[in-house]
T-cell receptor, first 116, second 110 residues
């Protein structure tokens, strides 16, 4: 069955520390997509990245980087030199190509607190 | 500003009442999905509309229904509200492989 697990419920670090948010997924599909979204207190889900199952290259965007490993079914997200503005709830999500509507299956989220 | 607008932003209803939530998009994408996000949890897929037809439904009872209009705006209707329906309701448009979410409607059922 399809599932996304974010085992870290809450992480608290001091500003400028690096932090990694874990995401483990389960799917029987060979073609799928993985996402990370940020949800600040305002409630809006902000898109961060989409990865398809055939592209295992790691990606870096400024202070953000993502490590996709099919062998361990993981898609982890690292913030380097964290800032207070990074405080939010972060969600990992999965979309399977076999579903014509590409519905998103979400993890429970990790609340990230960056202390000044 | 994401280009996806939801209204109202907040709503309080009494158990047993009916509610209609609205979603519109500047982009004109023909696919819209609705998600329910209970407090402290990830969103759950309710259903999707594509070209005014329902295109997949999550594990929600029939009292959750929807509409999509020719201009691709959408409504989510919930009948016979229950306390557990209290949540943030998010709509999302799909296009170009990505999803754009609105800011949501926070529904409180008392």
């Amino acid at each position: 069955a399809q599932k996304v697990t974010q085992a870290q419920t809450e992480i608290s670090v001091v500003e400028k520390e690096d932090v990694t948010l874990d995401c483990v997924y389960e799917t029987r599909d060979t073609t799928y997509y993985l996402f990370w979204y940020k949800q600040p207190p305002s409630g809006e889900l902000v898109f961060l990245i989409r990865r398809n199952s055939f592209d295992e290259q790691n990606e870096i965007s400024g202070r953000y980087s993502w490590n996709f490993q099919k062998s361990t079914s993981s898609f982890n997200f690292t913030i380097t030199a964290s800032q207070v503005v990074d405080s939010a709830v972060y969600f990992c999500a999965l979309s399977e190509a076999r579903r014509s509507n590409y519905q998103l299956i979400w993890g429970a989220g990790t609340k990230l607190i960056i202390k000044p | 500003e994401t280009g996806v607008t939801q209204s109202p932003t907040h709503l309080i209803k009494t158990r047993g009442q009916q509610v209609t939530l609205r979603c519109s998009s500047q982009s004109g994408h023909n696919t819209v999905s609705w998600y329910q996000q209970a407090l402290g949890q990830g969103p759950q897929f309710i259903f999707q509309y594509y070209r005014e037809e329902e295109n997949g439904r999550g594990n929600f009872p029939p009292r959750f229904s929807g509409l999509q209009f020719p201009n691709y705006s959408s409504e989510l209707n919930v009948n016979a509200l229950e306390l557990d329906d209290s949540a943030l309701y998010l709509c999302a448009t799909q296009g170009g492989g990505g999803y754009t979410f609105g800011s949501g409607t926070r529904l409180t059922v008392v």
